[in-house]
């Protein structure tokens, strides 16, 4: 039996599964270890390749095994699944992942900062209080709507509604619903302060981070978008052209490929989402700036615009903007604007 060279490792949140085996795919070591023993158990053995599924934690202990000599790699949960055998358990799950990760082909999850790991949190924090801002506002729309008071869409009009719900003048509301409306709409406020405030931790982390700032420059690229890129993508250059890196996002159409006939359809919608949507809707800025003021400086987005539908072309520019993004950090070049460009 020869020294272990490649373990696949199963975390959890208290006891983690160990499968390692050596040069010649001997099982060497199949075992449970607890969470305290981690560590201890890692630093005794000689460095090896570490496998572990890209989930929650697994930034953490990636760091902290490399942190002991080892060489580390994350690995999409889909990716690992075709090489599980027979039932689903931790014992099988880490064989498949000591499995995977010595494959040549398999793809890789670039180990994540902590740097990185706070902006995300940051990211994701103001996510979650936006979703339950819009929650209370569509409370407060449907209650109110019971009692026949109506507003226009979008914030402009949720703030009419909150006028009514304090003004107690007004007798369409009865006193026992205008008590509870004046809680939701208290909640309503205090998130959107609270949202106010993570958005100005992003902006100063923002301008502290120089490729976030050159990120920036891209049209429909603000500093939420820019950061969110820099914290989501920490290896540009694990991407092979900015195609991968669209196609990572979810931005590139399906295909459905049998005997040399090409069939394309929507897009995967696979990857990340996050990304995906902060991307769309920075095109979205894009193009209603461009139906108020022109494309003169973007022809390509003008032929597009004219034949596919808004939101197609959205889609199609936010590729683009991917696309861009990935040139510019693998490169360490900044924006140029089209026509600066044929002007060179």
């Known amino acids: 039996m020869g020294e272990v060279i490649t373990i696949g490792l199963d975390i959890a949140k208290s006891v983690f599964q160990v499968h390692g ?3 010649a795919g001997t099982v060497v070591i199949r075992k449970r ?5 981690m560590l201890e158990f890692f630093a005794d053995l000689p460095p090896c390749l570490v496998g ?28 690992v699944k075709a090489y599980l055998k027979r039932s689903k358990n931790d014992a099988n799950d880490a064989a498949a992942i ?60 949720t703030d009419e509604l909150l006028e009514i719900i304090m003004n107690g003048a007004d007798s369409r509301i009865p006193l026992v619903a205008r008590n509870i409306l004046k809680v939701l709409a208290a909640q309503y406020s205090t998130i959107g302060t609270e949202i106010a ?11 502290s981070c120089e490729p976030s700032r050159r990120l920036e420059e891209i049209p429909g690229v603000g500093p939420i978008v820019a950061t969110a890129l820099v914290a989501e993508i920490g290896d540009w ?31 995967t919608k696979q990857g990340n989402r996050y990304l995906r949507w902060l991307l769309v809707a920075g095109a979205m800025a894009v193009i209603r700036y ?16 004219e034949r596919r539908p808004t939101k197609v ?22 924006y140029k604007e089209p026509e600066l460009l044929l002007a060179a």
């Open 21 to 23: 085996v050596d040069d």
């Open 33 to 37: 270890v607890s969470r305290s023993k």
């Open 52 to 79: 572990i599924e890209a989930c929650p934690a697994a930034h953490h202990w990636g760091r902290e095994l490399q942190a002991l000599g080892h060489t580390v790699k994350l690995m999409p949960p889909s990716y």
């Open 98 to 157: 000591c499995e995977a990760v010595s494959r040549p082909s398999m793809r890789f999850v670039a180990i994540k900062t902590r740097e990185q790991q706070a902006a995300l949190m940051l990211h994701r924090a103001r996510q979650l209080l936006v979703r339950q801002r819009t929650m209370l506002s569509n409370a407060i729309r449907g209650h109110l709507a019971e009692l026949g008071i109506v507003s226009a869409k979008g914030r402009n009009g």
């Open 197 to 207: 405030s993570i958005g100005k931790s992003i902006l100063a982390w923002h301008r």
């Open 237 to 267: 250059k694990a991407f092979r052209s900015g195609r991968g890196l669209a196609a990572w996002i979810g931005l590139v159409p399906k295909q459905h490929t049998t005997g040399g006939k090409d069939k394309l359809g929507s897009i």
């Open 290 to 305: 461009a139906q108020k003021h022109g494309t003169k400086k973007r022809p390509w987005l003008g032929r597009l615009m």
């Open 313 to 334: 072309a959205a889609v199609a520019l936010a590729n683009k903007m991917a696309r861009i993004a990935w040139a510019i950090m693998t490169r360490g070049e900044r």
